[in-house]
């Protein structure tokens, strides 16, 4: 019973795996450390059209992957995770984000940043929203992995800073470099 079983979850994997193949997509995302064709064709499919999403809130709300708010005389609490999303796509980024934490530099960095300030189970959501947030951005661009980088780090290279400063009304959104 146990290889009758073996042997249906091989074919299912590899049709998952020709179905990411044929999609650009899926292949894009696949290049990213610990994202594999499951995840990449299930991101593809629930996000459907990348430019929907106006920004990474926006895509993290669509998820689920934003704290529930209790707001009542001008408090504002917040709660748990809100789950009005695809709670597959959840449950990937989370698992996929654990193996990316382990493979990509700059993730296992936030990881264990938030692991210190935060605990467990919120570091781990927090890597898996911004594993979401970096598929999300390499869908919206169609670029790969390693252009995602080499993006990230010419950011992070340039001495204009601009959070804060009064000149950008929006922060450091208003100061992407343009290729």
């Not at 601009?162 to 922060?171: D, K, L």
């Not at 208003?174 to 290729?179: F, M, N």
Request: proline fraction near 5%; aromatic fraction near 8%.
């Amino acid at each position: 019973m146990y290889e009758k079983f073996e042997a249906e979850i091989e074919k299912l994997n590899q049709r998952v795996e020709e179905q990411a193949g044929q999609r650009s997509g899926a292949r894009l995302l696949m290049t990213h450390p610990g994202v594999g064709p499951i995840t990449a064709l299930a991101t593809e499919v629930f996000l459907g059209d990348p430019a929907r999403f106006a920004d990474s809130k926006a895509l993290a709300s669509y998820v689920g992957m934003i704290p529930r708010e209790y707001s009542s005389g001008g408090r504002q609490r917040l709660g748990g995770l809100s789950k009005q999303g695809n709670p597959l796509l959840r449950f990937l980024w989370g698992e996929a984000g654990a193996h990316a934490a382990r493979k990509d530099p700059e993730l296992q960095r936030f990881y264990r940043r938030k692991l210190v300030h935060k605990g467990l189970g919120k570091a781990s959501v927090a890597v898996a929203r911004k594993l979401g947030i970096r598929l999300w951005i390499m869908l919206r661009d169609q670029i790969e992995y390693h252009e995602f980088c080499r993006r990230g780090q010419k950011q992070q290279k340039s001495s204009d800073a601009c959070a804060g400063m009064p000149e950008t009304p929006n922060g450091a959104k208003s100061h992407r470099p343009v290729d």
